[in-house]
């Protein structure tokens, strides 16, 4: 089992967390005495044993559920909650396999990230760094996971504040549910389950969108590297004070600025302590290609820097599309059949009461916006990942020599194909998918209306 690294104290809490409901393996072995690390294998069969414990409160609900469907077949219109539940619980047991089975493609992702994402942008007059992205996605975490929980766990409080022996959700049981300790066992089953699909359903999307937004904001520095590439180059020979001076003050004076930034966060650089590379030495061009000789090796290595950079954020968006695409694919279908049960059901219904209501408008709000969400972030870091020649071409490139013009076309090569993330590499997560998710859950529910007449 390859390890995560939990240097960071926002990654710890996320591991933590996954592993509390045996989304990702844990590590028994340092728990365990010395002669026992290692041997037999027992860090994977607790891990297996946990795994298939959460397994069964997930199988042990929807079989319920199904139960209770078929013994009310006959009342139909009264099954709205149950179908809604049944359906999410059939969609728990493959997304925590996948996140299983996909847990060492997300250990990479996770260590490159923190071992390959840039701290700041290279030197020039202005600069960015990470910390503020960071800071925003751990905390847009943090609220992610507090809806999603609210949403799932609120239910548990209905029978503690009617002071009543009643159920979360009223499905069948082989047993009288209302005798003690059934009734209390059954309720833990429950809460149990709702937690699970809480923390099951609130990770596996708030990682990937953590991903999104962590490359968003790596773009940035690469933009704001690529921007100041001739500012950076001044800066590593050492000189040109009074021109980067005058290039500092031309840019507070500038009236129109192209937004690049998506977080936005541009601070202006202390010139005498900006940081500074070492220059490298590149190999003579021919004489007729010898022209505006001037900073080119100082050229040269800032840009290959960008180069590096920006072919590290495109081989890492490719790793998240190899492991993420079956699991978007899922969310996808899960959201289409969601949003269908639910104008089906509310539109079938003759007297809905304020309860059932507020929990049509509780799925609702919570589907949309994770649908949006996914679509949203999607389209962002295709739209970003096109961002990187404009980026270039607000640095002085007429100023320089052949060097650095023959680099530039790596970077406008590169930059003509966005990275995309897409679900089982047949639809690009953007807004044509969004728009596609909901009128298939519009014309599914028209097919459901016409079968019912």
């Known amino acids: 089992m390859d390890k995560l690294p939990t240097r960071s104290p926002e990654l710890k809490i996320v591991t933590r967390l996954m592993q509390s409901v045996a989304l990702w393996p844990y590590d028994y072995d340092r728990h365990l005495p ?74 990479e992702l996770i260590k490159m990230a923190m071992l390959l994402f840039r701290k700041r942008s ?65 309720f833990l089953g429950q809460v149990m389950g709702q937690y699970q699909v809480g923390m099951v359903f609130g990770l596996a999307g708030s990682l990937l969108m953590m991903h999104i937004f962590m490359v968003c904001g790596q773009f940035d520095i690469l933009f704001c590297s690529l921007a100041n590439v001739y500012n950076t180059a001044m800066i590593n020979s050492g000189g040109y004070k009074l021109k980067l001076t005058t290039a500092r003050i031309m840019y507070k004076s500038s009236a129109r600025r192209p937004n690049l930034y998506y977080f936005n966060e541009v601070h202006e650089e202390n010139l005498p302590d900006a940081p500074r590379t070492k220059t490298k030495q590149i190999a003579q061009l021919p004489q007729k290609h010898n022209y505006l000789p001037k900073l080119s090796n100082e050229l040269a290595t800032a840009l290959d820097d960008c180069i590096e950079h920006h072919s590290m954020l495109i081989k890492f968006c ?56 996914l679509c949203y972030l999607g389209q962002t870091m295709k739209v970003q990942s096109m961002k990187v020649g404009d980026a270039l071409m607000m640095s002085p490139w007429y100023e320089c020599g052949a060097a650095f013009r023959k680099r530039t076309q790596l970077i406008l090569i590169n930059s003509f194909h966005p990275v995309r993330l897409t679900a089982m590499k047949l639809y690009d997560l953007d807004f044509e998918t969004y728009y596609m998710v909901l009128k298939a859950s519009f014309s599914y529910y028209t097919l459901l209306k016409k079968l019912q007449q």
């Open 34 to 107: 010395g002669w026992l690390r290692g041997r037999y294998h027992l860090s994977t069969v607790l891990n297996v044993l946990y795994y298939l414990l959460w397994l069964f409160i997930n199988l042990h609900i929807l079989v319920l559920h199904v139960k209770t469907i078929l013994d009310r077949l006959d009342s139909f219109q009264d099954l709205f909650l149950i179908l809604v539940t049944t359906f999410i619980y059939c969609v728990m047991v493959p997304v925590s396999l996948y996140c299983q089975l996909y847990y060492e493609k997300n250990v």
């Open 122 to 186: 290279a030197a020039g007059i202005t600069y960015i760094k990470f910390e503020p992205t960071r800071q925003f996605v751990f905390k847009l975490f943090k609220m992610w996971m507090i809806g999603c929980m609210f949403g799932t766990m609120h239910w548990a409080v209905y029978p503690i504040l009617q002071r009543e022996k009643i159920l979360p959700f009223q499905i069948w049981y082989p047993f009288d549910v209302h005798r003690s300790p059934l009734y209390e066992l059954a």
């Open 318 to 373: 490719h790793k998240m599309e190899e492991c993420y695409h079956p699991f978007i694919m899922m969310k996808l279908g899960q959201i289409v059949v969601q949003l269908c049960l639910l104008v089906y059901m509310t539109t079938s219904q003759d007297n809905l009461t304020l309860m059932k209501l507020m929990n049509i408008c509780e799925y609702l709000m919570l589907t949309m916006t994770e649908l949006f969400l």
